[in-house]
């Protein structure tokens, strides 16, 4: 029903950057809140960084002042421009969408097939 497509990810030396893309597609009606998440080898999933519809934004502690997440409405996309990378930024990255289906009124969760960001010299 909805499909998210990640794209973005790759290998990148210290102190580099790379932008992730994400965009949605299927029977879609509406979308809120869209976010990044990621999971390093051995260690739980984590939020990375999260935007709602309105455009208020929430980052992760460690990634605060490097990262910038960003949304295009019309498109159904999220962005995640990630500066300075260090090497324990590495992982699989994830985006995350609340979906509203079309003829629906429930909200759902959907998540995509992951994009790997290796941070290495």
């Known amino acids: 029903q909805v499909q998210l497509v990640e794209s973005g990810g790759g290998l990148v030396q210290p102190g580099g950057s790379l932008r992730l893309s994400c965009a949605a597609s299927?029977?879609?009606?509406?979308?809120?809140?869209m976010g990044w998440y990621r999971q390093a080898p051995g260690k739980q999933r984590e939020l990375v960084a999260s935007i709602a519809s309105s455009g208020r934004t929430n980052y992760a502690d460690s990634v605060k002042g490097r990262f910038t997440i960003s949304r295009d409405n019309a498109k159904n996309t999220v962005y995640l421009r990630m500066n300075t990378l260090k090497p324990e930024d590495t992982a699989v990255y994830y985006c995350n969408a609340r979906v509203v289906l079309t003829l629906s009124s429930i909200e759902r969760n959907y998540w995509g097939q992951g994009t790997q960001v290796t941070v290495s010299s």
């Open positions: 299927g029977s879609i009606s509406s979308v809120n809140a």
